[in-house]
C-alpha cells in the first residue's frame, strides 16, 4: 500500500538560513508527488510536483524538491528561509484513481 | 476568479444535531474531496466523487455523508453518528487523471 512518511515532526531554522524537509514514500510504480504547505487556519496551497521528467523540481517561494528513486525520497529545500515562510509543510503521493495520500506534516519554525 | 469555496468558517454542532459543510467550485473541475485535519494526523479522506451521481467512501466515512447533484457542488452532512465531529474539514477539487488536488480555506467544526 502507498504511505508518505515525513520524519521530523517539527523543524526550527534561523532566519536566512536554509531549509531542508525530509519525504519518504512508498509506492510500487512511477509516483506523481507533491509538496504542500498550509499556514495555521487556512487550507493547502500546492508547492510543487513531480510527475516525470526532470528530478529537481522548481516551485512557487523560491522551493525546490528532488526526486530520488533509489532512497524513495523527495525532499523540500529552500537556501534562504524568510519569517513568512513558518507554516505545516504536507508532503503527498499519488495513489491512482484520482486519490492522493498525505504524511502527516512537518511545522516549521524560523527563529529571528 | 477561479477557485474552491468553504463555508461557513466556523460552524457549531449541538449534540445530536446534523450539520451540513458546503463546498463549492469554478474551476469546471470533475473530481471533489472532502479530508477531515486534526491536529497531528495529516489529512484524512472522507468521501470523494469523480463525476456527478457518484461518490465513493474514504478512509474515515463512518458518522458522514455526501452529495454530488451539481458539478460545482459537494456539501458533506456531519450526522449525529459522528461522536466526535469537531475538527477541521478541507475541500479539494481536481481535473480527472492529474491527480493535482486544490484546496478550499477549510470549516472548523466545534462542538456546543
Known amino acids: 500500500a502507498q504511505s508518505v512518511t515525513q520524519p521530523d515532526i517539527h523543524i526550527t531554522v534561523s532566519e536566512g538560513a536554509s531549509l531542508e524537509l525530509r519525504c519518504n514514500y512508498s509506492?510500487?510504480?512511477?509516483?506523481?508527488l507533491f509538496w504542500y504547505v498550509q499556514s495555521p487556519g487556512q487550507g493547502l496551497q500546492l508547492l510543487l510536483k513531480y510527475f516525470s521528467g526532470d528530478t529537481l523540481v522548481q516551485g512557487i517561494k523560491g522551493f525546490e524538491a528532488e526526486f530520488k528513486r533509489s532512497q524513495s525520497s523527495f525532499n523540500l529545500r529552500k537556501p534562504s528561509v524568510h519569517w513568512s515562510d513558518a507554516a505545516e509543510y504536507f508532503c503527498?503521493?499519488?495513489?491512482?484513481?484520482?486519490?492522493?495520500?498525505f504524511g502527516k506534516g512537518t511545522r516549521l519554525h524560523i527563529l529571528p | 476568479d477561479g477557485g474552491i469555496t468553504q463555508s461557513p468558517k466556523y460552524l457549531f454542532r449541538k449534540e445530536g444535531q446534523n450539520v451540513t459543510l458546503s463546498c463549492e467550485q469554478n474551476l469546471n473541475h470533475d473530481a471533489m474531496y472532502w479530508y477531515r485535519q486534526d491536529p497531528g494526523q495529516g489529512l484524512r479522506l472522507i468521501y470523494y466523487?469523480?463525476?456527478?451521481?457518484?461518490?465513493q467512501k474514504g478512509d474515515i466515512a463512518e458518522g458522514y455523508s455526501v452529495s454530488r447533484e451539481k458539478k460545482e457542488s459537494f456539501p458533506l452532512t456531519v450526522t449525529s453518528a459522528q461522536k466526535n465531529p469537531t475538527a477541521f474539514y478541507l475541500c479539494?477539487?481536481?481535473?480527472?487523471?492529474?491527480?493535482?488536488?486544490?484546496f478550499g480555506p477549510g470549516t472548523r467544526l466545534l462542538v456546543l
Open positions: 509506492y510500487g510504480a512511477t509516483p506523481y
Open positions: 466523487s469523480q463525476i456527478v451521481n457518484d461518490f
Open positions: 503527498a503521493v499519488g495513489a491512482g484513481d484520482d486519490k492522493i495520500i
Open positions: 479539494a477539487s481536481s481535473t480527472r487523471d492529474s491527480e493535482t488536488q486544490y
